[in-house]
């Protein structure tokens, strides 16, 4: 029976494997990292609505400010797209993050862009496209906010929103409080099909969003996850050949730091 029973899930691992190419670079698969973060300040408004205007989902990370406000940043220290030299965790929304240029870096046009709070980023949310929401660190104590932040408006949902963390305490804890909400476990390309299995099974998550590496993620490893009945994604990718492996391997969607630019590459290809 042991050898019947381990014959029947390489089968369906060879079966995945050999039909992989199930999505391609569209405006449904492709994920625009810290919204269209290569046109637009990186988690901000402009990048956001950037992408959801060129018709994409996006993804942005959150943190809970001192004064427990949940906003959209990406460093641990707001210093290097603010000049602030602070902990995200240890700033005050109403005092300090509020005040801020997050977009002058970037280019004169984007002065006095302000970070974002999650409830101004819900907005956006519509069907057809996805909102990633990353939510950084492992300390679980902004899970409530969240939770208390979505229960508040009308226009995010689980058909159009979804939680990634490296945390895995947050996975947990983002499962438990808002079950209905698909959530997704953060995890570098070296971690091995056994180990992600291992992880997913433990926190009760919908699936793995893993960085990609084509020397390390072949179509075999994501087939393995998806035979145990996981979703799999892929990160960062800004070039059009390796978001086309990622793809024909069986990723499901691609976060990219370009998407408009890989989809008329790609459209321009065909």
Request: aromatic share 10%; glycine share 6%.
């Given at each position: 029976m042991k050898m019947l029973k381990m014959a029947s899930i390489a089968g369906t691992i060879a079966a995945l494997a050999g039909c992989a190419t199930t999505s391609e670079p569209a405006y449904d698969t492709l994920i625009a990292h810290r919204g269209e973060s290569k046109d637009a300040p990186e988690n901000t408004l402009p990048a956001y609505k950037m992408a959801v205007d060129r018709g994409f989902g996006f993804e942005?990370?959150?943190?809970?400010?001192?004064?427990?406000r949940v906003f959209s940043f990406h460093d641990s220290n707001l210093k290097r797209t603010t000049g602030k030299d602070l902990p995200c965790t240890k700033a005050s929304w109403e005092e300090t993050?509020?005040?801020?240029?997050?977009?002058?870096?970037?280019?004169?046009?984007?002065?006095?862009t302000r970070p974002a709070l999650l409830e101004e980023i819900l907005e956006l949310a519509r069907d057809g496209r996805q909102i990633y929401v990353e939510v950084k660190g492992n300390n679980p104590v902004i899970v409530p906010y969240i939770r208390d932040i979505f229960a508040r408006q009308t226009k995010a949902t689980p058909r159009n929103v979804l939680f990634i963390s490296f945390g895995r305490e947050i996975c947990r804890a983002l499962k438990?409080?808002?079950?209905?909400?698909?959530?997704?476990?953060l995890v570098g390309s070296s971690a091995t099909v056994d180990s992600v299995l291992a992880t997913l099974k433990d926190l009760g998550v919908d699936g793995v969003d893993q960085h990609f590496n084509p020397k390390v993620i072949t179509a075999e490893?994501?087939?393995?996850i998806k035979a145990a009945g996981f979703e799999y994604h892929s990160w960062t990718i800004d070039k059009l050949d390796i978001a086309r492996m990622?793809?024909?391997?069986?990723?499901?969607?691609?976060?990219?730091?370009?998407?408009?630019?890989?989809?008329?590459?790609?459209?321009?290809a065909r």
């Amino acid at each position: 029976m042991k050898m019947l029973k381990m014959a029947s899930i390489a089968g369906t691992i060879a079966a995945l494997a050999g039909c992989a190419t199930t999505s391609e670079p569209a405006y449904d698969t492709l994920i625009a990292h810290r919204g269209e973060s290569k046109d637009a300040p990186e988690n901000t408004l402009p990048a956001y609505k950037m992408a959801v205007d060129r018709g994409f989902g996006f993804e942005c990370d959150v943190y809970l400010s001192s004064d427990k406000r949940v906003f959209s940043f990406h460093d641990s220290n707001l210093k290097r797209t603010t000049g602030k030299d602070l902990p995200c965790t240890k700033a005050s929304w109403e005092e300090t993050i509020s005040k801020l240029d997050a977009g002058k870096w970037k280019g004169k046009q984007w002065a006095g862009t302000r970070p974002a709070l999650l409830e101004e980023i819900l907005e956006l949310a519509r069907d057809g496209r996805q909102i990633y929401v990353e939510v950084k660190g492992n300390n679980p104590v902004i899970v409530p906010y969240i939770r208390d932040i979505f229960a508040r408006q009308t226009k995010a949902t689980p058909r159009n929103v979804l939680f990634i963390s490296f945390g895995r305490e947050i996975c947990r804890a983002l499962k438990k409080q808002m079950p209905e909400y698909r959530v997704y476990w953060l995890v570098g390309s070296s971690a091995t099909v056994d180990s992600v299995l291992a992880t997913l099974k433990d926190l009760g998550v919908d699936g793995v969003d893993q960085h990609f590496n084509p020397k390390v993620i072949t179509a075999e490893y994501i087939a393995a996850i998806k035979a145990a009945g996981f979703e799999y994604h892929s990160w960062t990718i800004d070039k059009l050949d390796i978001a086309r492996m990622a793809f024909a391997r069986g990723a499901q969607t691609v976060t990219t730091n370009c998407a408009k630019k890989l989809l008329d590459e790609y459209k321009a290809a065909r």
